[in-house]
């Protein structure tokens, strides 16, 4: 079956004041590292209202939609802009998560990986924040679940920021697990082990600054991969952030190209065992340019390796 690529011009059009490091050339450099790659790939359809609606309440959408100006910018957190094209491109972007699981689970794909932006993990219920609108990973589980009937899914995130928002967002969902691995502490301050979610149902790893490859190797070998198949998902998302690389200038963690090639390769060998195969990745983190173009061409290659 392969691996998809799913993504959308409209991604280009969230645009942010110069300087910010989500920025449009993320997903530029993302994609030239992909062209190469021979994918199946499809245009990200938009998330319609009932798909949000899945993970955050009507009154947040609607304040969304009115704060979109017209021309320049505005500002809704201390570093989360919006600009005219801003809410298209986060609906084209968690509309490819829905798309994502779809495809997945009717055998379209072996797997997928969503190249759109703005990121997700961390907009909350009602909160916009650290560069996201809307919980794409939250919102792939939540489908898979209520749509699909599945009854077990798994939210995997390796980016260096907390993914504050997925684990807000299915903290009371029984059916998810969610597993992080982030610099402690860090922006957003969340993360702590002792963060267990309301039906023991989230893991979180915090790794010390300045620490790289062989650190998280050892908690995700120790602790999330054999949590993973002990939950034994029947589908896997993956929050796949990639400022955890030595260059990224965000954060302090020492992680190379090998150390994302690693993760991906377990992640995928747990669904192998537990689910056919079926992982959803989606783009989340990542502001060395490239750095980025580096690890994501990585990532996209151990799914190809995995989906045959």
């Known amino acids: 079956m392969g691996t998809a690529l799913i993504t959308h011009e409209a991604c280009l059009g969230h645009v942010t004041p110069e300087g910010h490091p989500e920025q449009v050339a993320r997903l530029e450099h993302v ?12 245009a990200a359809v938009p998330a319609s209202e009932d798909d949000i609606l899945l993970v955050h309440p009507a009154a947040y959408l609607a304040r969304l939609r009115a704060a979109a ?22 609906c084209r972007a968690a509309g490819s998560a829905v798309q994502a699981v779809d495809m997945v689970l009717a055998g379209e794909a072996g797997n997928v990986f969503c190249a759109v932006r703005p990121p997700g ?3 909350e219920r009602q909160t916009a924040m650290g560069f996201c609108l809307f919980g794409n ?16 899914v798994a939210v995997v995130d390796f980016d260096v920021h907390h993914g504050n928002g997925t684990q807000d967002l299915l903290w009371d969902e029984p059916r998810a697990l969610v597993i992080t691995s982030q610099q402690w502490p860090l922006w957003p301050g969340s993360g702590a082990a002792s963060e267990r979610g309301g039906h023991d149902n989230v893991l ?43 260059d990224d200038p965000l954060a302090e963690l020492n992680w190379r190209t090998d150390d ?20 959803v990745s989606t783009l989340e983190g990542g502001y060395d340019l490239n750095a980025l173009a580096r690890a994501t061409r990585a990532h996209v290659e151990e799914l190809m390796r995995a989906a045959g």
């Not at 021309?71 to 491109?89: C, E, F, K, Q």
């Open 121 to 123: 993990h961390h907009a």
């Open 204 to 246: 979180n790893l915090p790794l010390e600054p300045h620490s790289g490859g062989a650190e998280m190797r050892a908690a995700w070998g120790d602790l999330a991969l054999p949590r993973l198949r002990d939950f034994a998902p029947e589908l896997i998302v993956i929050s796949a952030g990639f400022d955890a690389h030595a």
């Open 260 to 279: 994302f090639r690693w993760v991906t390769r377990q992640i995928c060998a747990v669904a192998a065992e537990c689910c056919s195969g079926r992982v």
């Open 69 to 90: 100006p017209e021309a320049g910018y505005h500002r809704i957190d201390g570093d989360t802009w919006l600009s005219p094209g801003t809410v298209a491109a986060a």
């Open 137 to 152: 990973a939250a919102i792939a589980a939540r489908h898979a679940l209520e749509r699909h009937g599945l009854s077990r």
């Open 31 to 42: 994609l030239a590292a992909l062209e190469p790659l021979e994918l199946l790939r499809r």
